[in-house]
């Protein structure tokens, strides 16, 4: 087919599922995922994340990729064809902008590491500041310009990754950077393990609480789910979309989730028991990983070290995920406007770095729009591509694409769970969210 010679492809299986794993693997595993589970109730929030994954997540991830590999368009064009002439492209659509949302802050977090392991690596974060990681980082968010030359240099490295290609940008980078991840995050592990905190540290992420949990934590949890699987906004339909008819799916999908997922709980395990050790405080939020843990090593032996290897890991995580973040408004732009995937990667990477201004300039910014990202704009664009699959796709449809390459195998359990299971879940945990606005505005 020509245009797939123009679009790209992965060289096989393996290119795919790591680039995929890679595009998973982010900031949502590493910064979100322990700061939420030391907020909302420990092993409640993550049982409530983990039924989200299985019985939400893998149904969209299917979804998604198949949407993808039976269309070989982006989330727009894919909605277009299968479904000509009706209002579904506009799923599509807010998938492209959620992107652009996601990664203006997401370029401003990842820039965060980038000088933290400046910091570490040339001495300074454990130098000055005697021990107050909270100073160092109220320092960091205080100047605006520092973030912005942070958030810039990481524009350009995911802009130069997505501007080489598919295969020889995207796909490799996803080759040396998973594995790397994976032993970073070994080595830290053996750390944690053998600290003296690894007990309180264990029973704290392993217990459930249950009443810490709330409603509010439900959304989180399933937020987090959406957000760490990167799924509802059309970044595994363009993943998909260069996978060759002739993979099977369900495997590769259950690789990516179990990937992302023994990732998340993997930073859990390394950040509890340091924190623990040194007496710190385990639900401080999102200042969990700038500032608590730093704290932590800083009392440990080698904190350059140790501190250089743990944000370089939080680099490499975001980066991959960037690139497919960056990728669903490149392909838009490539299928739909016939633009050269170069001039696409810089023009798109270049107004995503100017959206991202204002999370950099200016404090709290950034944890509304990340708020409206995660919590909204994912779980409502996963709730349509479930009802577009489940419900406006025919069923004879879905079962072509989804056994395309393999058996077809576990098909009516997929379609239960994206036809009901699904859109119900994600329904009501909308509206329970929804209702405090709705009948706000009624009550007055
Ligand atoms: N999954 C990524 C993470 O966990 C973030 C992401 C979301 C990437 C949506 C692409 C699409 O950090």
Redesign the pocket.
Known sequence: MESSTVRGNWSGRVGFVLAAAG???????????PYRAGQYGGAAFVFVYLGAVVLIGLPLLNSEILLGRATRRNPVGALRLLSPGTGWPVVGWLGVI??FV??SY?GVVAGWALDYTWMAASGQLFSSTSGSMSGAFEKLAANGPRQVWWQGLFMLATIFIVSRGVEQGIERTGKILMPLLFGIVLVLLGYSLTSDGVERGLEFFMRPRFSELGWQGALAALGQA????????G??ITYGSYLGEDESLPGSVAMIAVA?TALAILAGLVIFPLVFTFNLEPSAGPGLVFITLPQAFAMMPAPAFLASLFFLLLIF??LT??V??LE?AVAFLVDEFKFSRVTASVGAGAIIFCLGLPSALSEGFLDHVDAL??NWL?PVGGLCTALFVGWSLDRAAARKFYAAGGSGRGFEMFHFCIKYLAPVAVGVILLQNTWPVISGLFAG
Do not use: E, K, Q
């Open positions: 595009s998973a693997i982010g900031l949502g595993n590493i910064w979100m995922f959620a992107g996601i990664l997401y959406f957000f760490s699987l990167s799924l509802g906004m970044a595994m992302d995580a975001a995920s960037a497919s973040l669903v990202a995660s994912l």
